[in-house]
T-cell receptor
Framework: SQKIEQNSEALNIQEGKTATLTCNYT??????LQWYRQDPGRGPVFLLL?????KEKRKERLKVTFDTTLKQSLFHITASQPADSATYLC???????????FGAGTRLFVKA | NAGVTQTPKFQVLKTGQSMTLQCAQD?????MSWYRQDPGMGLRLIHY???????DQGEVPNGYNVSRSTTEDFPLRLLSAAPSQTSVYFC?????????????FGSGTRLTVV
């Protein structure tokens, strides 16, 4: 069955460092991969989308890579700040599909 | 611009009771969906709609009904609440092909069934 895996262990880093989160998937050939941020008690907020024919996407301090051979996406936050502390979810979609599947998320803590 | 509005924010039900979770969006998005989120699990799709009058089942539809009479509203009905339906429910909307544009989520409804 289709599966998305994100590191269930929280990631703790020091302010100013680069945070790198991993999203692995199996039994799926996504056309699009999305990353969301979720704060406690709130709904997910869309951050970035990358297509299967794109290797890398950037938005301000965020960078996403997408390796369809490894079936993996990496999500980087450079110059991290305590305000970046949240849970980050990855999600996959097929072309023309309406059934996006989500990972369980990785909790990020940035210490000042 | 309110985005996606969900009501209520919190609800406690007794086993066997029914209720409707409300979801409204003001962005004229064709696509709307309901997800539930449980600890340690990803968001799981319950039902979705690609436009007014059109609905379809997601991954975990049992025990839930939906309808889409207008573009703006997409209510989720729990027919006979069970403790297994204790969860946080999120409504989401998108325009065009969902994978291309990302979702706008509501703030969620935290439901407890006792």
């Amino acid at each position: 069955s289709q599966k998305i895996e994100q590191n269930s262990e929280a990631l703790n880093i020091q302010e100013g460092k680069t945070a790198t989160l991993t999203c692995n998937y199996t039994n799926y050939s996504p056309a699009y991969l999305q990353w969301y941020r979720q704060d406690p008690g709130r709904g997910p907020v869309f951050l970035l989308l990358i297509r299967e024919n794109e290797k890398e996407k950037r938005k301000e301090r965020l960078k996403v890579t997408f390796d369809t051979t490894l079936k993996q996406s990496l999500f980087h936050i450079t110059a991290s700040q305590p305000a970046d502390s949240a849970t980050y979810l990855c999600a996959l979609d097929n072309t023309g599909g309406f059934k996006t599947i989500f990972g369980a998320g990785t909790r990020l803590f940035v210490k000042a | 611009n309110a985005g996606v509005t969900q009501t209520p924010k919190f609800q406690v039900l007794k086993t066997g009771q029914s209720m409707t979770l409300q979801c409204a969006q003001d962005m004229n998005h064709e696509y709307m969906s309901w997800y539930r989120q449980d600890p340690g699990m990803g968001l799981r799709l319950i039902h979705y709609s690609v436009g007014a009058g059109i609905t379809d089942q997601g991954e975990v539809p049992n025990g839930y009904n939906v309808s889409r009479s207008t573009t703006e509203d997409f209510p989720l009905r729990l027919l006979s609440a069970a403790p297994s339906q204790t969860s946080v429910y999120f409504c989401a909307s998108s325009y065009g092909e969902t994978g291309r544009n990302g979702y706008t989520f509501g703030s969620g409804t935290r439901l407890t069934v006792v």
